[in-house]
């Protein structure tokens, strides 16, 4: 090693001190190994406090234990602190000694740090001037965190910072327009309207002249010049659901339009120049359609540049009880009244299928806070279809006799809870991808995560 070097490496604490970045270093299980001068600065808690914390009782979704486990190095990314309520650009990547992972290194620049120039210029969505960069928090209210869901999140925060047209495709009730909204607010156009139309609620008859507009005498009734939807879509985000329901007629003339962007109101000859962004949703199987001669390929190819496939709900269990929660504190808000589920009645939610996927949820629990009389939402309040399942189960686990194993287990009270835990630590690790996910399914620390997997010879 050269004098120079061995400068540098004796050095190399103070001159990270320097910089205006934040430098954090944590170890395989997240023990926060090391944090420069700038955290204690820009997130206001002393460093010394942090230094031998896990980053994971900290913030335990933040980007750099994503980068930990998963060990694909990112750059640029634009992230949140939750716990700073701070926007921040991340550099993060694995750090290996001799071939062995040994932890993460990460460093972070708060996006109020850019210049205002720099900014406008490096980021991807438009804002105004001095507002913060947030193109992740239009889809914090996407609740949940199965693997399933993040992915598509993942896609359509990518997919919002640009003009592209966009379809969302999946079963009803999994949240279409909600995904519709998310990418809208997170999108360059996020500040001119987001115009919705459900094509299914319109009789064919009147769809064009509501997305088109109409001129004076265009037909018996029509009195005045009206603007479409198009038109009042200017500088924003078009979102039109069910697309999959209107005429191969329709679909040509909207064909037109997104092609020359470029609008002519029903009954006049003048040409309007468009410009907005398209979101279209179907449940409908829209290749089966345009070989059977119902949907236009043309159409399709134009509207499908980017299809995003919404998972339903059964593809997400782990996210139903974190939804029900999220449901019932909106109604809690709303009535002024706290109400809990019981247990049986999380086990009933979490076996269900729930074919009408987050509405179904969503008005279940509504169904059940309305109409129960105390403070405890039991199977007994669902509703009907829901309380035959939970009856059905019930019977069903009734014919089943205990085994030996379990008659044996119930005379150590000890052993009866420490073979419960273990088996919710093995059906939380089969059940998830990353540690990450194991641990919030099971709601404890990481650091109490690894110790029971030491005390149970447990692998992952």
Known sequence: MSKNQQVLLNNWSS?????????????????????NSAYSRLIGVPKDKVIGRHLSDIEPRARIIEVLESERPVCHDYSYIESAGMDIVANI????DEGKKVGAIGIFRPV???????????????????????????????????????????????????????????????????????????????????????????????LESELFGYEVGAFTGAHKTKSGLMELAEGGTLFLDEIGEISPM?????????????????????????RFRLIAATNRDLESMVEN?????????????????IPP???????????????????????GLHKSF????????????????????QSCIEYMYVLSEGQLLDVQHLPHHLWEAANAQSREEACVPPSQKDIKVKANLKEVMEQVEKEMMMQAIRESRTKTEAI?????????????????HITF
């Open 112 to 206: 109020s740090l850019f210049s205002a120039d720099s900014f406008r210029a490096s980021a991807p969505v438009s804002r105004t001037k001095g507002e913060p960069m947030e193109r992740d928090k239009p889809f914090r209210r996407l609740v949940g965190e199965s693997q399933a869901l993040k992915n598509v999140i993942s896609i359509a925060q990518k997919v919002a910072q640009t003009d592209t047209t966009v379809l969302l495709r999946g079963e009803t009730g999994v949240g279409k327009e909600l995904f519709a909204r998310a990418v809208h607010e997170a999108s360059p156009f996020s500040n001119g309207p987001f115009v919705a139309l459900n094509m299914a609620s319109i009789p064919e008859t009147l």
């Open 440 to 456: 919030q399914r099971l709601g404890m620390s990481r650091k109490g995560f690894y110790m029971k997997l030491k005390k149970y």
């Open 93 to 96: 990547f694995p750090v290996y």
């Open 250 to 274: 329709l679909q040509s003339k909207l064909l037109r339009v997104l092609q020359e962007r470029e609008v002519i109101r029903v009954g006049g000859t003048k040409a309007r120049p468009v």
């Open 293 to 309: 001669g119902n949907f236009r390929p043309d159409f399709y190819y134009r509207i499908s540049v980017i299809p995003i496939h």
């Open 15 to 35: 001159i990270l001190d320097q910089l205006d970045e934040i430098f954090l270093f944590i170890g395989n299980d997240t023990e926060i190994l090391y944090a």
């Open 342 to 361: 019981s247990p049986r009645v999380l086990d009933v939610m979490k076996r269900y299928s729930w074919p009408g996927n987050v509405r179904e949820l």
């Open 313 to 335: 709900l059964r593809e997400r269990a782990s996210d139903v009880l974190l939804l029900a929660e999220h449901f019932k504190r909106q109604l809690e808000e709303r009535h």
